[in-house]
Structure formats: structure tokens, C-alpha cells
């Protein structure tokens, strides 16, 4: 049977708003447009999609799993014309982005800005947090984040290494107890981030130490303050304490311990069509980026 396409727009219109006046009135029709494209569909296929009444209008099992397909269908037709749009003409829209930290403060935020002034038609919102957005849901192209975990409808390019360094003041170790192995740790002050734990590299395998001190914070310059005060010792990517290491305000202990080359991801949703200017934006980074990487 030769199948036509006219009124699959309307019908999953009517299906997501469950209303024919609401579809109608959202494709700028008439609700008797409406209802003659859903009746021609009924008769085409012989099924019954919705059911009425006064009140509202639902739709049928076999209704159910039409509109599921249908619905994916359209989708990807806006999707590649997007992308046909998109590929015909210069760099411009806007990129919603979530990141967090020093990383985004320091190396990622001037590098964007810079892209910008290469693509001025182009505009970006960055969003600096530690939560784990729902890129769908929240609307955001990107997500700039350390160790990907590889969940459904994500995909992820690696922009970004980094070691993972523990500092301290020297003056600390000079009156602390011996600190010669990561299990010497449970003499020492351990100033906490967010995990209950430290990585180190044991025996050519990245082992957890849990960790205990007086001071906790989720923001790694506030722990570099209290480390400069002699309060105790800190891990961090090596990125947050360069400029301390260099100047010698702090020094790196368990230094043959160190866990190297943690990565940094640009992870994006697969369901829809990445646009040319979030490829483009991350292709950017990455060289620029790998300029800072130790």
C-alpha cells in the first residue's frame, strides 16, 4: 500500500497536546484542517487512533505506538534540516554549556572567549556547577566533565588530561610525622573536597584512601588557602596549585605516587543533531587546552 505523509504532523500535534484545537492553534490551521488530516489517516490504515469525547481526546493502543514512531520520525526530519541549514551557512547560534571549577574558570573560560571573537555571530552561556546536569532535559549542548561515565543517549570527546597532585606547605612537614607512603595519610590533616577518598597509584593500579582532617569544601581555592596556612595537605589537579608549585608557596609530597593522566570529556546527547558550532567549539579547545597539560 503506498503510504502518504500528509496529516503525520497533525496527528502527533493532536497526540502530544491532546487536543485538536491546541494542535490546530500551534500549526497556525483551522481545527477542521485538523480533524479532516486525522480522519484520512483513519481511513488509509482502517484503525481507530483516538478516542473522543466532550472532554478529551486520548489515544488508542494502536494509536500509542504510531505516535511513538511518528513522533521519532519528525524528529529526525527537523534534525537534518537543521543540519542542511546549518551546513549552508556560517558559524552562528548559541551553545549552553555546564562546567565546573578552576578548570573552567581558568583554562576553558578564556579559550571561549577567544572562539568568540572568531565567530562573532556565535554566543555561549556557561553555567558553572557540580551537579551532574541532564543535558535534555536542562537544555544544554555541552557538559565539560572529569572521568566520563558512558551513560545511554551520551557520547563523549576526550578534550583534556591532567594529574592529580598532593601538596602541602613545607613548613608542615617539618614538625608532622613521617610521610613516606599514602598509609602514612592517617597521621596527617587531610583537607576533604567532595569524595571521602584520595587516588593514588599502588603497585600500577589506582587504589582509593580514605582520608580524614578538620576542613571540608567543595571549592579547591578555598582548600589552597587553608593549605597555605600550614593547616595540612591537599590533593588536587595539578592545574589548581601550578602557579604555587612554581613559585614554591607549596610543595608536592607522595610525588611517585601520583595518579597521571585523568581525562577530561566534552560529552553531548546523542538524540539530536549537534549542531556545526558545538563540533566546531570542541575542536577548538582541545589543541588550546593540551597546551596546559603536564
Not at 502527533?12 to 479532516?36: D, M, R, T
Not at 548559541?94 to 581558568?106: K, L, M, Q, R, V
Not at 556547577?129 to 557538559?143: K, M, P, S
Not at 613559585?247 to 560529552?267: F, P, S, T
Request: proline share 3%; with cysteine; charged share 25%.
Amino acid at each position: 500500500m503506498y503510504f502518504k505523509w500528509s496529516g503525520i504532523e497533525e496527528f502527533v500535534k493532536v497526540a502530544e497536546y491532546g487536543s485538536f484545537s491546541k494542535a490546530a492553534k500551534s500549526l497556525n490551521v483551522s481545527k477542521s484542517h485538523i480533524s479532516k488530516h486525522i480522519k484520512r489517516l483513519e481511513e488509509q490504515f482502517e484503525v481507530i487512533l483516538f478516542n473522543r469525547n466532550t472532554r478529551n481526546v486520548v489515544l488508542t493502543n494502536q494509536g500509542k505506538d504510531f505516535f511513538l514512531k511518528c513522533q521519532k520520525i519528525l524528529s529526525n526530519l527537523e534534525d537534518a534540516k537543521t543540519e542542511l541549514i546549518d551546513e549552508a551557512t556560517k558559524l552562528k547560534g548559541h551553545i549552553n554549556i555546564a562546567i565546573a571549577g578552576a578548570f573552567g574558570e581558568d583554562f576553558v573560560a578564556p579559550i571561549i572567549a577567544s572562539f568568540l571573537k572568531k565567530y562573532p555571530e556565535v554566543s555561549v552561556n556557561m553555567e558553572f556547577t557540580n551537579r551532574l546536569v541532564n543535558l535534555q532535559e536542562e537544555h544544554f549542548d555541552l557538559a565539560i566533565r572529569s572521568e566520563f561515565t558512558n551513560l545511554e543517549n551520551l557520547i563523549s570527546r576526550e578534550i583534556y588530561q591532567y594529574e592529580l597532585v598532593t601538596v602541602c606547605k613545607s613548613d608542615y612537614l617539618k614538625t608532622a610525622p613521617a610521610l613516606n607512603s599514602p598509609e602514612d595519610l592517617d597521621n596527617h590533616n587531610c583537607l576533604l573536597g567532595t569524595l571521602p577518598y584520595w587516588r593514588f597509584t599502588i603497585n600500577n593500579q589506582m587504589k582509593k584512601i580514605v582520608i580524614n582532617g578538620n576542613w571540608r569544601s567543595n571549592n579547591g581555592r578555598a582548600l589552597i588557602s587553608a593549605t597555605n596556612v600550614g593547616e595540612g595537605i591537599i590533593q588536587l589537579p595539578h592545574y589548581y596549585v601550578a602557579k604555587e608549585l612554581a613559585e614554591g608557596n607549596l610543595v608536592q609530597v607522595l610525588e611517585k605516587y601520583a595518579v597521571k593522566k585523568i581525562k577530561y570529556y566534552a560529552v553531548m546527547s546523542q538524540l539530536h543533531y549537534i549542531p556545526r558550532r558545538v563540533n566546531t567549539l570542541i575542536s577548538f579547545l582541545k589543541p588550546s587546552l593540551q597546551e596546559h597539560q603536564r
